[in-house]
């Protein structure tokens, strides 16, 4: 009974899905078990192609082209984009809509592509031709089209990655494979994308969505992967007509008249073609991490990549007599311009990769890099070494006789996939067993040791810990040192410098020539000044200026005796969980969020990040991504944390979830200690500083008062003296007035509040009746304050100037939509 029920339950929510899967599955199999021997005559009739429609007037055949897939395999992958693809299209806009958008997109892709094909054809351009008589068997046309149009009705994130991922997929197959079902796929996909608002029923979205650090990445690494996989999509293809299949070819192993068998024989020339695509690979999925040797490594291998199609297509002048086409000769145009392309997409790739290297920090302890670089040059010098001492010592070992000049001139050709030499001829090939394992193995070893290390480098723990100070940091943070605000200099990406003495460690990023500090100093107060001075001098020995970054006013008098100056950058809410109290008419609306969250089934789930279940890791992750895609600038940093920091191990997260698993709000809190109440007694937690507070767009009204008064009853049930609601940056409360630190503070402030909502968010925090403590920052020059600020916002907008983030602050507050929901 159950059973039944959820089957009509599926069919009632995905009709058409059902529909579309049964005809794309049912098709094929009654064509091929109905018809037997006539199977084949059917097919040719059925399925579509340019030259069926205008000269065989078969009007109907890239209608029923769609649905006859075209073999099991292709009806497999059919049958997949339909379950996952237009499924997730009809939970969005509905069974009619996506019936409309199936049919509409389906329709035009057929009729332009069809029609593209048939005036190329008639114009005599070369893909044109070629394609004029290929059947179209292709399930996904409609379903790339449908997907587009749903995207218009989902949220940020969602609408960003199946765009950006989607056309990315479908450039890729035009580029490398170019058959005509990726035309018309791609061709659906854009009429897909331009009708998605009208038939999804949605406004259409022009502004444009930036995407946090985090999301950057993995676009930038997919995009990356994409290119890696490319060649192989060359490989496979059958036809191999796209604009880019030159460079899936030069990775391909392949015997022309002027290459003899000898440099084919055997694995060696396949694995010299593999194990370059898959270091890009490991290092696409570095980027996604955030490792900055996954992108020296990818920028150099794009490079190599746009190198050697320049020097092998003959768009370098050095390139030589022996090319593949005499850019002067006439009417070859066609082949220029694709071979151009090969050359220019890895190109634009490194671009890329340049322009968003800010994106890309993560470094790994400078001896393991050195090590790792070692071990690639040794290889590659020890390999060379002995491919040239054979030739040398045995020069009869190839024929015709192996001269130094010509060893020399052959050994870059040891090292570059083969496809890259079907154009060149042989000085000489290898006779003895000797001379042929190194004239085949020599490449294939020295790859696959880079891709061994580039997988050993990439796994290995960033540099900031390697150094071993983080641990001595959190020891410190153990023993009570660091204030409210210390624990976010174990984050990623942050620097631990530790003083010689071992009994005092200060969190702090570097930005050009700042070192600008998360809090004070890390050590029992009798250490403070003594820190601060060492550290000041660690910094002016490296060329640095140490800037000490929400500092409390304890800390004030300690910098004005060094001649420092500081200027109060916000307010902390500091509230006391030992009087807390929802007793009284001013904690009315707390009282009601809190009995709202009773009746529609919410209750809190505190665990750490490792503890959460993979469901709840990932809403958490689309709450977030969502929050940074509404807004007009990227998520800040430095001192406020994301997606990446609320994996640290002590990090504690208070989860706001229904009855079903919904998490509807997340907010994470950052521990603070006091030491042991007897040597060798485990450290106590002292309070507890909130860092993320996001919510899902539509939960319920008040779900932040929820969890904040839910954290206050159970940090006063753990005896913790302290909870702190955090700073609001460039936000503050009674902070002296008409001074220029101030009128650039209120700036700034006054530039991200559209975005941010730095003074939403301390109003949000004053109905908890706080007190608030000033916090400032501190420096040695007050000449360079204008740049200190320039370098605080660029540490909350890693790879935004202050310039471009003031004015996209400005763009977004002419877009703003209202009020923004209160966050850290």
Not at 540 to 565: C, I, K, M, N, Q
Not at 708 to 724: C, D, L, T
């Amino acid at each position: 009974m159950a059973d039944t029920s959820s089957a009509r339950r599926v069919l009632r929510r995905y009709p058409v899905t059902l529909v579309l899967l049964a005809v794309t599955v049912l098709a094929p199999a009654v064509l091929h078990f109905g018809f037997g021997v006539r199977e084949r005559a059917l097919l040719s009739l059925l399925s579509g192609s340019a030259e069926s429609v205008f000269r065989g007037g078969h009007w109907f055949s890239p209608v029923s082209g769609i649905f006859l897939g075209g073999g099991v395999l292709a009806a497999v992958i059919g049958a997949a984009g339909i379950i996952v693809l237009v499924s997730y299209s009809e939970r969005l806009i509905g069974s009619a809509r996506t019936a409309l958008a199936y049919l509409v997109t389906g329709a035009i892709a057929i009729v332009v592509g069809i029609a593209v094909e048939g005036l190329l054809y008639a114009s005599g351009e070369s893909w044109g031709r070629h394609v004029y008589g290929t059947t179209l068997l292709e399930a996904l046309v409609p379903v790339a089209g449908t997907i587009m149009v749903a995207s218009a009705a989902a949220g940020p994130l969602w609408r960003r990655r199946i765009r950006v991922l989607g056309f990315a997929t479908l450039l890729a197959l035009l580029l490398f494979s170019g058959q005509p079902g990726d035309l018309h796929r791609l061709i659906a996909a854009v009429s897909g994308l331009l009708l998605g608002p009208l038939i999804a029923g949605r406004r259409p979205q022009t502004r444009f969505v930036r995407s946090s650090a985090h999301e950057v990445r993995t676009l930038i690494g997919v995009i990356v992967m994409i290119v890696a996989v490319g060649p192989v999509i060359t490989m496979l293809s059958p036809h191999r007509l796209g604009p880019l299949s030159p460079l899936g070819v030069l990775f391909m192993p392949q015997a022309t008249p002027q290459v003899a068998a000898d440099r084919l024989d055997g694995p060696g020339p396949l694995l010299l073609s593999i194990l370059p695509l898959l270091v890009l690979v490991l290092a696409a999925r570095g980027l996604q991490h955030g490792r900055r040797a996954a992108l020296v490594i990818a920028l150099a291998i794009n490079l190599l990549m746009a190198g050697l199609a320049a020097f092998y297509y003959g768009f370098l002048p050095g390139a030589g007599a022996e090319q593949l086409v005499d850019l002067s000769a006439a009417g070859q145009w066609e082949l220029i311009l694709g071979l151009a392309v090969s050359t220019l997409v890895p190109l634009a790739v490194a671009l890329l990769l340049l322009l968003f290297r800010a994106n890309f920090a993560v470094r790994i302890e400078g001896r393991r890099a050195l090590l790792a670089l070692c071990i690639v040059l040794g290889t590659a010098l020890l390999g060379s070494g002995i491919y040239l001492a054979v030739g040398l010592l045995d020069p009869a070992a190839f024929a015709p006789a192996a001269t130094p000049t010509l060893l020399v001139d052959d050994l870059p050709e040891r090292f570059v996939p083969v496809g890259f030499l079907a154009e060149q001829s042989l000085d000489f090939v290898p006779v003895s067993a000797a001379a042929r394992a190194v004239y085949l193995w020599v490449g294939p070893v020295v790859w696959a040791v880079l891709a061994c290390t580039t997988f050993w480098v990439l796994h290995s723990p960033p540099r900031e810990v390697a150094a071993g100070s983080a641990q001595r940091y959190r020891q410190l943070r153990h023993a009570g040192g660091g204030g409210s605000l210390g624990h976010m200099g174990l984050w990623p990406g942050m620097l631990q410098w530790t003083a010689r003495s071992g009994q005092a460690a200060i969190a702090y990023v570097v930005v050009g020539r700042f070192a600008l500090t998360v809090t004070e100093p890390v050590c029992a107060p009798e250490q403070r000044l003594r820190a601060i001075r060492e550290f000041a001098a660690h910094c002016d020995e490296r060329g640095r200026t140490p800037v000490f970054y929400a500092v409390h006013d304890e800390y004030l008098p300690l910098f004005d005796s060094l001649g420092w100056s500081s200027v109060r950058v916000g307010e902390e809410a500091v509230l006391d969980p030992a009087s807390w109290s929802l007793v009284g008419r001013a904690w009315q609306d707390v009282r009601s969020s809190i009995n709202r969250a009773g009746r529609a089934g919410i209750d809190t789930v505190w665990a750490a990040w490792s503890e959460l279940s993979l469901s709840q890791k990932a809403q958490i992750g689309e709450i977030s991504e969502e929050w940074v895609a509404d807004r007009g600038l990227p998520e800040m940093g430095f001192t406020l944390g994301g997606l990446d920091e609320l994996a640290e191990a002590e990090t504690g997260l208070l989860l706001a979830v229904r009855a079903d698993g919904r998490v509807e709000a997340v907010t994470s809190w950052l521990p603070s200690w006091r030491p042991a109440a007897s040597a060798g007694a485990a450290p106590v937690i002292d309070g507890w500083t909130l860092d993320v507070m996001r919510r899902r767009d539509g939960s319920m009204n008040g779900v932040m008062e929820f969890l904040i008064a839910s954290m206050m009853e159970r940090a006063g049930r753990q005896g913790a003296r302290f909870v702190s609601l955090s700073t609001a940056p460039f936000a503050g409360v009674g902070e002296p007035q008409g001074s220029t630190a101030e009128r650039i503070r209120r700036f700034v402030a006054d530039a991200l509040e559209p975005v941010y909502g730095f003074t939403s968010l301390l109003q949000f925090k004053r109905k908890f009746r706080p007190r608030f403590e000033p916090v400032s920052v501190a420096f040695p020059d007050p000449v360079e304050l204008p740049a200190i600020a320039s370098a605080i916002v660029r540490a909350y907008l890693p790879g935004v100037s202050l310039r471009g983030g003031l004015r996209m602050a400005w763009d977004a507050r002419e877009h703003s939509p209202g009020q923004r929901t209160p966050t850290t």
